[in-house]
């Protein structure tokens, strides 16, 4: 009896180690830093658009040219810890995170800096220091593809006739959406209803669905959905490569500048120590840079823009003073 | 005929590697408490990143059917449902494992997996187009609505009295409520950083199904005399598979509500099979076995959540938006590989998308045949000795819990839920409709604030939430329901003051 | 008369307190917008609290098994389990599980601690169990668990 148990429980012992393997090993060790894999958290749920997103534009961190890294140097892996609209997982970042270089973070602006000022956080923008930035995704102004509407014009004239009547979704509160929301009712003077969907794809679904009289979502997802949709207008300070005949709200004579656009990129903890952020800074725009990472990215429809540390901090410190004083009368 | 010509991509042998491979791993991965569907699909797709679409696309397809069959093996052997769709299948297929019937019952599972999974895809090929359509029509009330049918479901499952089985479900609703809602931009109940992010539906699930069996093997390794808990009857697929074959009636209800849920987005392929499971109860002659080893409790819960997974991707793959949180995943997965679902999928990308679609149908081959033979081999877990089996559910449930999202919170919370659901299950109350309220909570939560929105704005709240035809249809199902559990149980008051 | 020795009765009781307590909390210094939901659920859980408790004082039989007979088996139980919570992350998952699935299987075992060929398999199954548990969860599902001080 009992060794026929065993038995069995040695097949099983067997099943999982192979399905273990067949998932896949970790990598070999090198000297100094980096000599282990390095991780990076992604405050929001696996599949989503940060996290695929992170795990292309990480790719090529261990790529070698000529037994050279040419980037990081060293394998880097995503763990997601999701949770109260990514806080969970940042406020663990500022809190807990080793500051040894072997834990990144993915950010999201203006969600994280909106959340500093909104809510009572452990992060803000200075205990996290970042070392570059890959994608830029704008908020778009969308329309159901039977809507009434054709042009951002006509939708304001429509609002400022009937304030309180135009329904608007978008991912949830103090997102990018959110924020462009409120520099749209600011910038043209009008009164909306703000509808927070189930993420950017719930607030999409509304729109399509019709239950929603227009919308603001990513240019990304946008640009993919164009049979079901139509897009009105950018919220960014040019017009964008996916969408050339899509005009900018400054165009149309709203003035809503890029304060929404949703920047994603890699950061660490402050206290890390200075030569690692140099090595990162240096060659986390490189990964960022690899040919294949940049053909994956566009055969996803991400939006690429790179940035070095340097162009990161300023770009943070304006959305701070920005941000400030659009959620001033929110708080 | 697309699919027909595209079948021959399927049967490559490296095709059929992925899908044997993807099956079984998804099985195994599947049985174990935590690893959820939707987890081990988000697992999965890092290693699709440098395949072919359409290889990546089989292996996550043969992982995500898989992984739904596999959550009951564990719902039946142990009393811990691997994820929360398969809490249907533990109410009667544990009962069956007790009785020294645990292959039976796996057979079942299995079987009736196969012909859901078949019946769901087969309405994923023809029905595409108006399902679709159909699809965008559930808005914020329609979705409202369907979580208050959903609710009057509770009290009738899994607790020892309709009115014990509503109040679980109200706790259920109540810890809903906790951490952050990003509708209201708010938290709620927040007393510890631990309760920020509120309870994972998984990590409950784990807890109030776990940690009770484990407290509950550890009273019986005080008490039992032999090791060996139960004993086996032999394993004869074949008499299962006439019995499985002439449950029409179970099946049907199970396939029909598993494809009706799959296609509502948001809507939660989670519930597919404890609606199936209420529906097969009320409509059979002997509902009074149910909960007590009943196989078509098995068969409705089964065939309803394979059944689910086809439609799922109905809405997924012609408007981007997934009807499930796996197929939620699923979408990262289309996405890295450049196919953008809407309209054009299947023009441009025919070649792909329908060989997924039908190795679809060949994982659920392979799901049925290492289904059988796992079932045959997997019986032996009934006979570990009642503390090693204690033992190892308890660090399964950290680890399945600690991975759902790499959180020390979790684990906290589903202890505490399970210790809890221990002492409250000694008066009665089930684990099952706790969960279902956790479920439901923030579907009706959330979609009733929006509906409360977007009838602001126009013509009123009332008049919004109780005019067009979907919503008054699911009104009038609610209704039903109610009054027919009301008379239900007076008919069974009648039945035992004539005894 | 409240008969705490009779189940219904006392899941009744049970069931009143924990949704006094809900209420207070979803109605003390809270905002009636954001706290509407949790209110209503809180409402009605006590209705149908105060209908289990006078739908169940007819009857009046006493129950069979009562608290202190199943305590007596699972409390070494709830402590491993306890502590295990406690240690985890500081201590590391992997080393604290081992430690924990080991302490069942003693505290649990027929054979007790002084029997070295038992306490021997127990060890060796423990062992076998973590490492199983380390190769699909660290290297397959890179799943990064807390190291803590040791593992």
Not at chain 1, 10 to 26: C, D, M, Q
Request: proline letters at 5%.
């Amino acid at each position: 009896m009992k060794s026929t148990i065993i038995k069995k429980a040695g097949s099983l012992v067997l099943g999982l180690t192979a399905s273990a393997l067949l998932l896949g090993a970790t990598g070999a060790a090198q000297a100094e830093y980096p000599d282990r894999p390095i991780g990076v958290m992604v405050a929001y749920n696996p599949g989503g658009a940060t996290d695929f997103q992170a795990r292309i534009a990480t790719l090529a961190s261990a790529k070698e040219a000529d037994g050279k890294a040419i980037s990081v140097g060293q394998p880097i892996y995503v763990t997601n810890k999701p949770g109260a609209g990514g806080r969970k997982g940042w406020n663990w970042f500022a809190e807990k995170a080793s500051k040894d270089g072997y834990m990144m973070a993915a950010y999201n602006v203006p969600h994280f800096i909106a959340q500093s000022i909104v809510f009572d956080t452990k992060y803000n923008i200075n205990n996290l220091e970042p070392v570059g930035n890959w994608g830029a995704d704008p908020a778009v102004l969308i329309v159901g593809k039977d809507s009434k509407f054709s042009s951002a014009t006509e939708l304001v004239e429509y609002a400022k006739a009937n304030p309180g009547k135009v329904t608007v979704s978008g991912a949830g509160k103090f997102v990018g959406h959110h924020i462009a929301h409120l520099q749209f009712e600011k910038a043209a003077n009008v009164k909306l209803k703000y509808v927070p969907g189930k993420g950017g794809v719930g607030a999409m679904k509304l729109v399509k669905g019709g239950q929603v009289m227009a919308g603001f979502n990513n240019l990304s997802d946008s640009a993919r959905a164009q049979g079901d949709i139509k897009i009105l207008a950018v919220a960014d300070l040019e017009r964008h490569a996916f969408l050339p005949d899509v005009p900018t709200f400054k165009e149309l004579g709203i003035p809503v500048d890029n304060s929404s656009v949703n920047f994603r990129g890699l950061m660490v903890p402050k206290g890390t120590p200075d030569s690692v952020i140099k090595h990162l800074a240096n060659s986390v725009p490189k990964m960022f840079n690899d040919k294949k990472t940049l053909g994956k990215m566009k055969q996803t429809n991400s939006p690429v823009r790179i940035m070095t540390r340097d162009e990161v901090i300023s770009m943070w410190k304006e959305r701070q003073v920005a941000l400030t004083e659009l959620l001033e009368h929110l708080k | 005929m697309d699919f027909l010509h595209y079948f021959s991509n399927v049967f490559t042998p490296y095709h059929l590697l992925l899908l044997f491979g993807g099956t079984t791993a998804g099985l195994i991965l599947g049985a174990l408490p935590g690893l959820s569907p939707t987890m081990a699909v988000a697992l999965i797709i890092p290693f699709t990143f440098h395949m072919q679409p359409d290889s990546g696309l089989i292996l996550l397809g043969a992982m995500y059917t898989a992984t739904v069959a596999g959550g009951a093996i564990s719902a039946i052997l142990v009393n811990v449902p691997g994820a929360p769709a398969n809490i249907a299948t533990a109410l009667d297929g544990h009962q069956l494992a007790r009785q020294g019937r645990a292959s039976e019952a796996l057979h079942y599972c299995f079987f009736s997996s196969f012909v859901g999974g078949i019946f769901g895809i087969i309405i994923l090929i023809f029905f595409t187009p108006p399902l679709a359509d159909l699809a965008l029509k559930f808005g914020p009330t329609e979705l409202f609505w369907i979580a208050i049918l959903g609710i009057t479901v509770i009290g009738t499952i899994g607790s020892k009295s309709v009115i014990k089985g509503l109040m679980a479900g109200l706790f259920g609703l109540a810890i809903s409520t906790i951490g952050d809602n990003p509708m209201l931009g708010e938290q709620r109940f927040v007393y510890s950083e631990h309760m920020e992010s509120g309870i994972h539906i998984v990590a409950a699930l784990i807890g109030l199904f776990a940690l009770p069996q484990i407290l509950t093997l550890m009273e019986e390794s005080r008490r039992e005399s032999a090791g060996a808990m139960f004993a086996l009857s032999e394993s004869r697929w074949l008499q299962s598979a006439k019995y499985n074959f002439s449950r029409v009636k179970a099946l049907t209800i199970g396939s029909i509500v598993g494809s009706i849920v799959g296609v509502i987005p948001g809507a939660g392929g989670q519930i597919a099979g404890l609606v199936a499971y209420d529906q097969a109860r009320k409509t059979s002659d002997n509902p009074q076995n149910f909960g007590k080893g009943e196989p078509d409790g098995i068969i409705a819960a089964e065939s309803a959540n394979n059944a689910m997974v086809g439609p799922s991707l109905v809405p997924l793959l012609t408007l981007s938006i997934p009807g499930s949180p796996t197929a939620a995943v699923l979408l990262g997965g289309l996405l890295i590989h450049g196919l953008f679902p809407g309209p054009d999928l299947f023009t441009q990308h025919a070649e792909v998308i329908w060989t997924f679609i039908d190795s679809l149908i060949v994982a659920q081959i392979f799901m049925l045949v290492i289904g059988l033979f796992l079932s045959r081999h997997s019986g032996w877990i009934m006979k570990v000795p009642s503390h090693y089996m204690a033992a190892s559910i308890l660090i399964l449930a950290v680890f399945g819990t600690y991975s759902i999202q790499s959180s020390y919170s979790d684990v906290l919370i589903m202890a505490i839920l399970g210790v809890a659901m221990y002492f409250a299950s000694k008066f009665g109350f089930g684990p099952a409709p706790v969960v279902l309220g956790i479920i439901l909570g923030p579907i009706a939560e959330d979609n009733f604030l929006q509906g409360k929105l977007i009838g602001e704005a126009g013509d009123g709240v009332m008049n919004y939430f109780f005019t067009g035809a979907i919503n008054i249809t699911l009104i009038l199902a609610t209704i039903g329901s109610i009054a027919y559990s009301v008379y239900a149980s007076h008919k069974m008051k009648q039945k035992a003051a004539l005894s | 008369m409240i008969n705490m020795k009779n189940t219904e009765q006392a899941s009744a009781v049970y069931a009143l307190a924990i949704s006094a307590i809900f209420a207070f909390l979803s109605f003390y210094n809270t905002d009636a917008e954001t706290y509407l939901f949790p209110r209503i659920i809180a409402i009605v859980l006590a209705i149908l609290s105060v209908i289990l408790f006078i739908s169940n004082s007819a009857t009046g039989e006493n129950t069979k098994r009562y608290a202190s007979e199943y305590f007596t088996d699972i409390w070494p139980g709830l402590v491993i389990g306890f502590i295990y919570l406690l240690t985890m992350e500081d201590l590391g998952f992997y080393i604290s599980s081992f430690l924990a699935f080991l302490a069942v299987l003693i505290l649990y075992g027929r054979r007790g601690i002084s029997n070295p060929k038992a306490l021997g398999t127990k060890v060796a199954v423990s062992a076998a169990f973590m490492l199983i548990l380390f190769l699909l969860f660290w290297n397959g599902l890179h799943v990064r668990t807390p190291t803590g001080l040791i593992f």
